[in-house]
């Protein structure tokens, strides 16, 4: 199986993507290739949920109720968790509260890139690991950013049920 059909088979699966405070490097690697149809299938597909403060498309208060009420999907975050709520918020919940109640129902939880590993860059100024506002089992990928292969490998194990 080449990159680009691993990382279409992978986003065919229930994945909600955290974007915290990040730059975005993560998303980019993931779609920097420009495998035909994936840039759709990340953005507009409904097996893949997109919470960014800077997404027109799958943001917004009104997606954060469904995104919330979802089941059996794959938590990835990328960006790091800040200390300081004000600096991260989204549909009237701090991104600390949203990564919390989404790793509640989570079936594995993937960091992406080292600001999601252990605030990376960020860690300077406040910003945590995933795992470090969790205390639960999580998935690391670091790198800055993290490798686009590297990533759809450990997304593809973890759905796979993490062997
Ligand atoms: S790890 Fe690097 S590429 Fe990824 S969000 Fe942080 S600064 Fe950006």
Redesign the pocket.
Known sequence: MDYCQALKEVLKHNIIWLEA??????TI?MLKEGCEGVDDLFFHSSPVKLISMISEEKSGPDMMKDILNSDNYLLVV???IPKDDKLCNFGGMTCSEILKKLSEKAIGIVA?????VNG???REVGGLGVGEVLKKKVYEVP????SDKTMVAMLYSVLQGGK
């Open positions: 405070q990040s730059c975005s490097g993560e690697m990328e960006g790091a992406v890139g080292s600001c999601a990376g860059i960020i790198g800055c950013p993290a």
